[in-house]
C-alpha cells in the first residue's frame, strides 16, 4: 500500500459531498409527500455514492446471478445504499464492508432507521477480508477499489471468500494511455487514485487470482454525461457548497471537479465493468 493511502482516503471521504448527514438532510426537506415509516426506497434518490444509479447496482447483481438466496459481499459499502437496494429489492442477505469509520457507522444508522435487517455492516479492510473462505455467493463493488493500490491483493481475498462458482462483479474508473503522471498524481492528491488499471490489466489481474470467464466492458460513453451533469449539479448549488464547505475550500473543489471532467471528456479517464468466476 502507497504510503498515507488509509489517510489519504480517509481525508477525501470525511469531506464527500454524499454523506449521512446530507442524506438526512434531504430527507427532511418539505414537501416530499412521505407518509408513515421510511423504508429503503426512501433513500434511493439520496445514498447511491455512484455512477448510474439504481440502474448499475443491477447490472452488477445480474450479472453476478443474485437472488433472494445469495450471500453478498458488497467491497468498500460507503454508506450502504447499493447493499440496502440488494436487500430490499432481490431479497439478498449482505454484507457491507467499509474501511471508513464514520460511513460504516452512518451505514448502520441508515440501516437502522429503515429496518434494514438484511443487511450488516462490517467495518474492514478489503486487503485483509475479516470472513471465512468460500463464505459469499456474490462480490460487488461500485467505483471504489481505485483507492487501493495493490489491486491484486483485492481481488485475490475477492476470490478467496467467494464459494465455488461464486461470482465477482465491480465497476471502476480506468486509464487510457494518454493519462500523464502529473495528471495521476493530482488525481492521487485530490481524491486518492492510484495505481489505476486499463481494462486489459484489470482482465489479467483477475485471471492471476484464479478467476475464469472473465468480461470486460467500457462504460465511459456511459459515464461521460453523468459526471457532467454532477458538475453542473455542483455549480447550480454553489451558495450550499460555500456554506457547507467555506469560500476558498468550495473554489478549490470546483476546480478540481472541472479538471476531472476534463480528463473524462478528453478521453484519458474513463470507467470499465467488470464480471468474473470463481
Not at 426537506?29 to 455512477?51: I, K, V
Not at 492471476?208 to 470486460?216: D, I, N
Request: with cysteine; charged share 25%; hydrophobic share 45%.
Amino acid at each position: 500500500m502507497l504510503q498515507g493511502t488509509s489517510a489519504r482516503v480517509s481525508k477525501f471521504y470525511d469531506h464527500h459531498p454524499i454523506s449521512e448527514a446530507r442524506v438526512l438532510a434531504a430527507l427532511a426537506r418539505p414537501g416530499l409527500g412521505r407518509s408513515g415509516p421510511l423504508t429503503a426506497d426512501d433513500l434511493f434518490e439520496f445514498d447511491q455514492d455512484h455512477y448510474g444509479g439504481l440502474a448499475a447496482v443491477d447490472i452488477l447483481a445480474r450479472r453476478a446471478g443474485v437472488g433472494a438466496t445469495s450471500r453478498v459481499l458488497d467491497v468498500c459499502a460507503g454508506l450502504g445504499g447499493p447493499a440496502r437496494f440488494l436487500a430490499s429489492r432481490r431479497g439478498s442477505t449482505v454484507v457491507a464492508l467499509e474501511l471508513h469509520a464514520g460511513r460504516a457507522a452512518g451505514a448502520a444508522r441508515l440501516n437502522r432507521l429503515v429496518h434494514a435487517t438484511g443487511v450488516r455492516v462490517v467495518r474492514g479492510d478489503a486487503t485483509a477480508l475479516p470472513f471465512e473462505g468460500g463464505t459469499f455467493d456474490a462480490c460487488l463493488s461500485q467505483e471504489a477499489l481505485l483507492h487501493v493500490a495493490d489491486k491484486r491483493v483485492v481481488l485475490a481475498e475477492c476470490h478467496r471468500v467467494l464459494a465455488r462458482g461464486g461470482r465477482i462483479a465491480f465497476s471502476d474508473w480506468i486509464a487510457y494511455p494518454s493519462l500523464g503522471e502529473r495528471e495521476r498524481a493530482r488525481l492521487w492528491e485530490w481524491m486518492a487514485a492510484t495505481t489505476l488499471q486499463t481494462l486489459d490489466r484489470y482482465c489479467a489481474l483477475l485471471g492471476r487470482t484464479g478467476f475464469t470467464a472473465v468480461e470486460a466492458e467500457d462504460t465511459s460513453t456511459e459515464w461521460r454525461p453523468i459526471v457532467r451533469k454532477r458538475l453542473e449539479l455542483h455549480r447550480a448549488l454553489r451558495a450550499d457548497g460555500v456554506a457547507r464547505l467555506g469560500e476558498q475550500r468550495y473554489l478549490e473543489y470546483d476546480q478540481l471537479h472541472a479538471f476531472f471532467v476534463r480528463l473524462v471528456e478528453d478521453g484519458k479517464l474513463g470507467g470499465g465493468r467488470f464480471t468474473a468466476t470463481r
